[in-house]
């Protein structure tokens, strides 16, 4: 087999779960390790992987859009998932936090259809429009910065804001995870702050994510697997995620 031959075949092993491991490529594909490493520098160096200890998974440069308002209808299944499982956690009369995420306007829609008696923090526009229809809901928006990709307020008027309150829950949304250092993160510094500043108000600590999520991650690091409580997901990872996971105590929904 060719060297270009078994690369095409990494890269589809690779999306089709998610990471890979030099070993067992090399028992698949009878060469040394040495050879699939140098396999997975190509790929590397073509930005269609990251390698990993042991690895890869795959890059930030997955196709991904990093405009959140332009995200909406992506994985819409999957996101309606994540915020059922999401409004089971939530008890009426809490007092909550929905961060900026596609996938909290799916549970924003949920809060409001199922009459959930609730006060909701968020800084995302999308998010407080649909909350604001409903009777039981006291909504309040965090005011701020205003970034039109995000279609939210960030940064240091928006933190202030946030770190007036005192979460019972919050549901932070990330653009993926890096399961090297445990890491969650997202696309740049002014969201990653904002994050931290709700995390540090929040008694109970959810990223919602799509599993798909658990295999890149992007530049910004907001928090570590000490930082939170859950992950709610769509579906289950590999078995060797799931155990990282458990073994740093973050629980999977």
Same mark, same amino acid.
């Given at each position: 087999?060719?060297?270009?031959?078994?690369?095409?075949?990494?890269e589809k092993?690779?999306?089709?779960?998610?990471?890979?491991?030099?070993?067992?490529l090399?028992?698949?594909?009878? =060469?040394?390790e040495?050879?699939? #490493?140098? /396999?997975?520098?190509?790929?590397?160096?073509?930005?269609?992987?990251?390698?990993?200890?042991?690895?890869?998974?795959?890059s930030? /440069?997955?196709?991904?859009?990093?405009? =959140?308002?332009?995200?909406? /209808?992506?994985?819409? /299944?999957?996101?309606?998932?994540?915020?059922?499982?999401?409004?089971?956690?939530?008890?009426?009369?809490?007092?909550?936090?929905?961060?900026?995420?596609?996938?909290?306007?799916?549970?924003?829609?949920?809060?409001v259809?199922?009459? #959930?008696?609730? =006060?909701v923090?968020?800084?995302?526009?999308?998010?407080?429009?649909t909350?604001?229809?409903?009777? $039981?809901?006291?909504?309040?928006g965090?005011?701020?910065?205003?970034?039109?990709?995000?279609?939210?307020?960030?940064?240091?008027?928006?933190?202030?804001?946030?770190?007036?309150?005192? $979460?019972?829950?919050?549901?932070?949304?990330?653009?993926?995870?890096?399961?090297?250092?445990?890491?969650?993160?997202?696309?740049?510094?002014?969201?990653?702050?904002?994050?931290?500043?709700?995390?540090?108000?929040?008694?109970?600590?959810?990223?919602?994510?799509?599993?798909?999520?658990?295999? $890149?991650?992007?530049?910004?690091?907001?928090?570590?697997f000490?930082d939170?409580?859950?992950?709610?997901?769509?579906? #289950?990872?590999d078995?060797?995620?799931?155990?990282?996971l458990?073994?740093?105590? =973050?629980?999977?929904?």
């Amino acid at each position: 087999m060719f060297a270009e031959e078994r690369q095409v075949g990494i890269e589809k092993t690779l999306h089709e779960y998610g990471k890979v491991k030099v070993k067992e490529l090399s028992e698949k594909y009878n =060469v040394t390790e040495d050879c699939i #490493r140098k /396999d997975l520098k190509t790929l590397e160096n073509e930005g269609r992987l990251k390698r990993t200890y042991g690895g890869a998974i795959l890059s930030r /440069d997955y196709p991904l859009e990093r405009e =959140v308002i332009r995200r909406r /209808d992506y994985n819409m /299944d999957k996101k309606q998932i994540i915020a059922a499982k999401s409004e089971l956690k939530i008890k009426d009369d809490e007092t909550i936090f929905l961060d900026i995420s596609t996938t909290n306007i799916e549970l924003a829609k949920l809060l409001v259809e199922k009459n #959930r008696k609730l =006060v909701v923090v968020s800084n995302m526009i999308d998010i407080l429009q649909t909350l604001a229809v409903s009777p $039981f809901i006291t909504v309040i928006g965090t005011g701020g910065h205003m970034y039109e990709r995000v279609n939210g307020f960030m940064g240091s008027a928006a933190m202030e804001v946030i770190k007036s309150y005192s $979460f019972d829950r919050a549901f932070f949304g990330t653009c993926g995870i890096d399961m090297t250092e445990g890491a969650i993160t997202t696309l740049g510094v002014e969201d990653g702050l904002t994050k931290k500043a709700a995390l540090t108000c929040s008694r109970h600590k959810y990223i919602v994510m799509e599993k798909e999520k658990f295999y $890149f991650n992007d530049s910004y690091k907001y928090a570590y697997f000490d930082d939170i409580g859950a992950i709610i997901t769509d579906e #289950r990872p590999d078995t060797a995620t799931v155990e990282a996971l458990e073994n740093a105590g =973050v629980v999977i929904y």
